[in-house]
């Protein structure tokens, strides 16, 4: 009795396994709602899908996401698998290996040998054998504790398959044409073929191979007609602003926005397409989702050991932190802000323009002219003159390529002074300036927001002398104990001076920056703290003069100032 009641419950589970290998999967094929491009090649994708009720919906792709952010926003209720499934796909174009075992796999063929002396020649007929292809699983590395967190990247080798395991060798059948005959498979020695003749229509090959896919299970459709939305993060999509200045107008410039968008990841099709401009905070942008089949858990756990400058590259020059993460605002004299209403943003630092549906395949490229406004405007002279000490209060070593970057960051500059005239912030991005439609000079325009005002250089001032010079004063040098380090005390004085060879007046914007404690200052010039000194024994501060030098005038400005130099 008790042999046929698990006899019976062994039969029931054989039919209910039966039953789940053989479960029906509809093919769906998600639509790209929209796709909202950052500047660093993230963007945010939502796809949607139709479901006409419960059971296994099947999605052949599994997009690389970035861990975390792959999310169905429905209120229906599915779980997702990422799996493997074979596909049958006939190819597009035939391009012969001249191996006729592969280019004839399938079709029926006669085979003329060649003849033997005073013999005829020998026929035979049959099917070409199909090479069965080769698959390998994965040697999974578990050796999670021994990653070294800086030894891969995001663009590394396919995570996670063990690189000691020896790849399999290609299939072959050692110079023989394999053949299905009516009596039995035979090998016919490919040394001996005079001839072969392919008979009834060609047919197109057809190619299985294992794909990955996603496998939607839903056991409660969606409320909304059955739609299922699903949005998560990935890489492929980027844009890139540009802006042109054109102060032609004597009275009002007009400024432009441009915006480039390259499409690397999909096709897209009527697809809603959003730039996005600020800096948010994505702590994993450089770590895949192990929802991705080219994922491991070795290489997540190196990714979440990275942190994301490590991982994507240290960030270079200034043009290349603007495409990659750099949004921080220029510090610039700003102006009341106007009343700007939000639109559709909870907060001002992350703005969303859209430019509407589009149409991009993969590798396609769009430039289209975003916004255009007038503004009032101020021709003006730059002058920056940075801090030469370091956060311990000691002069900056100057030599080879760092003294040629601080002698051309000395100079005085040529530029226009406007604040931001769009109802949107002007974020980083190139900056071409022009006049009467002839080039003057290509600036970086940085994160402005709307009403705020921005400085933009477009040529060296030549005919703008300037002058910088700093001298310790005499006087004892303090002794002073910090955190068990001796520093000196020092009382320094720095000059600045200005001659004006033009044969009009211009208005100069001095900037002196310095580190140490302020005593006086000539000129009553705005203080401000610099972003950079929060690690520095002395705080770094920068003085700003806003001067009116008449043409042939002469201008000297100082101000004098303590500083603690570690011994």
């Not at 801090?387 to 500059?413: L, T």
Request: net charge neutral.
């Amino acid at each position: 009795m008790n042999t046929l009641h698990f006899a019976n419950r062994a039969l029931i589970l054989s039919f209910c396994l039966l039953a789940w290998s053989q479960a029906e999967e509809t093919l769906v094929t998600p639509q790209v709602e929209s796709v909202g491009l950052f500047k660093n090649g993230l963007a945010v994708v939502k796809v949607t899908f139709p479901v006409k009720g419960p059971g296994l919906y099947r999605w052949e792709k599994v997009p690389r996401v970035v861990h975390g952010t792959f999310w169905v926003e429905s209120d229906g209720e599915l779980a997702t698998q990422s799996t493997s499934r074979k596909v049958e796909q006939v190819e597009e174009a035939e391009f012969p290996t001249g191996v006729a075992q592969t280019d004839l796999a399938g079709q029926k063929i006669t085979v003329t040998l060649k003849p033997q002396l005073n013999a005829a020649p020998q026929t035979i007929t049959g099917t070409v054998w199909k090479l069965p292809q080769r698959t390998q699983k994965a040697a999974w590395d578990t050796e999670y504790s021994s990653v070294d967190p800086f030894a891969s990247s995001w663009y590394g080798s396919r995570a996670g398959a063990n690189p000691n395991q020896p790849a399999l060798p290609a299939p072959t059948t050692g110079g023989f044409l394999v053949l299905e005959t009516e009596g039995g498979r035979q090998y016919v020695d490919s040394s001996s073929i005079a001839t072969i003749t392919a008979s009834g229509p060609f047919k197109p090959r057809v190619k299985t191979e294992e794909r990955p896919v996603l496998i939607f299970d839903v056991s409660k459709v969606p409320s909304n007609d059955g739609v299922v939305r699903i949005s998560y993060l990935t890489k492929g999509l980027a844009w890139v602003p540009s802006y042109q200045v054109d102060l032609t107008d004597p009275e009002k410039l007009t400024v432009r926005q441009n915006g480039l968008v390259r499409n690397e990841l999909m096709d897209l099709k009527d697809t809603d397409v959003q730039l996005i401009s600020g800096f948010p905070n994505i702590q994993f942008a450089h770590v895949d989702s192990p929802l991705w089949p080219g994922a491991s858990l070795s290489g997540f756990f190196q990714q979440l050991n990275q942190s994301p400058r490590n991982a994507s590259g240290s960030l270079g020059n200034g043009m290349s932190q603007q495409v990659m993460y750099n949004n921080f605002a220029r510090s610039a004299d700003s102006s009341a802000m106007p009343e700007v209403p939000e639109q559709g943003n909870a907060s001002g630092d992350i703005h969303y323009e859209s430019i509407g549906k589009r149409q991009l395949a993969t590798g396609d490229s769009l430039s289209l002219e975003i916004a255009r406004h007038q503004a009032s405007y101020e021709r003006v002279v730059e002058w920056v003159v940075p801090d030469q000490r370091d956060e311990y209060g000691r002069f900056k070593s100057r030599s080879g390529g760092r003294q040629e970057a601080q002698d051309e960051q000395d100079q005085a500059w040529d530029a226009v002074r406007f604040n931001n005239p769009f109802k949107f912030p002007m974020t980083t991005g190139s900056a071409l300036v022009v006049e009467g439609g002839k080039f003057r000079g290509q600036s970086m325009s940085t994160w402005t927001n709307p009403g705020q005002q921005t400085c933009l250089r477009i040529t060296k001032a030549l005919s703008v002398r300037t002058e910088a010079n700093e001298v310790e004063e005499e006087g004892g040098r303090e002794v002073v104990w910090i955190g068990g380090h001796e520093y000196q005390r020092t009382k320094v004085k720095g000059s600045l001076k200005l001659q004006n060879f033009r044969s009009q007046e211009v208005t100069t914007i001095v900037r002196g920056q310095f580190s140490g404690t302020l005593v006086e200052a000539e000129g009553e010039p705005k203080k401000s703290l610099r972003s950079e000194g929060s690690t520095s024994v002395n705080p770094q501060q920068e003085l700003t003069w806003n001067v009116k030098l008449a043409a042939g005038a002469e201008q000297k400005l100082t101000w004098r100032y303590t500083v603690l130099v570690m011994r």
